[in-house]
């Protein structure tokens, strides 16, 4: 019999088992994804949300919701960026993800935003709710993003003037963590 996946808001208490978690999905040469979640949550103005999965009192998977913004025609708006979603290699295709992600969308939904955006693999998102941004009016915050790979989901917040360029919070940035780079470049 297969434990419960359990959601719920991390604490501070599972900062340093959430940076492993991130580190064995992502793997050690994609340490800099566990230093972008550190360094997320301590930039100021990103309001992170931070959801972890437990099975039996351990962490498996991770999931972490922030703020960014939407250079939209008539002003700036808060939206939220889901990135990175971690589970462990050995609780992957479980569907500890699905959890989280729809835990997500539903936190981001709940706190007000009209917009959930992310970087990802569209097999695996678009059975979430998740659509090419370009097509619905939203341009992507870096060329090095592939185009299917720029992905959002429209909350009920969203009022149809809500279009433009999405525009990481500094973190991304700063640790390199937007788009692709080519390595031959």
């Not at 609780?91 to 939904?109: D, F, K, N, P, S």
């Not at 090095?144 to 790979?149: E, G, H, M, S, T």
């Amino acid at each position: 019999m297969t434990s419960p996946v359990h959601i719920r808001s991390a604490t501070a208490a599972d900062h340093g088992a959430i940076r492993g978690v991130v580190v064995d999905a992502f793997g050690p040469d994609e340490e800099v994804v566990g230093d972008l979640v550190e360094a997320l949550r301590t930039f100021p103005g990103t309001g992170p949300v931070e959801l972890v999965a437990e099975v039996d009192d351990a962490l498996v998977g991770h999931v972490m919701l922030t703020r960014s913004l939407l250079d939209a025609p008539r002003r700036l708006v808060d939206v939220t960026v889901l990135s990175p979603l971690s589970v462990v290699p050995g609780r992957q295709g479980q569907g500890i993800g699905t959890l989280l992600v729809r835990a997500a969308i539903e936190a981001a939904a709940t706190a007000g935003a009209p917009l959930l955006f992310l970087e990802g693999d569209p097999k695996y998102y678009v059975r979430h709710g998740f659509t090419p941004g370009e097509p619905l009016g939203f341009r992507k915050p870096s060329l090095r993003i592939p185009d299917a790979a720029f992905q959002v989901v429209v909350l009920p917040s969203h009022e149809s003037w809500m279009t433009g360029t999405l525009v990481y919070a500094w973190p991304f940035w700063a640790l390199d963590c937007v788009g692709l780079r080519d390595p031959d470049a």
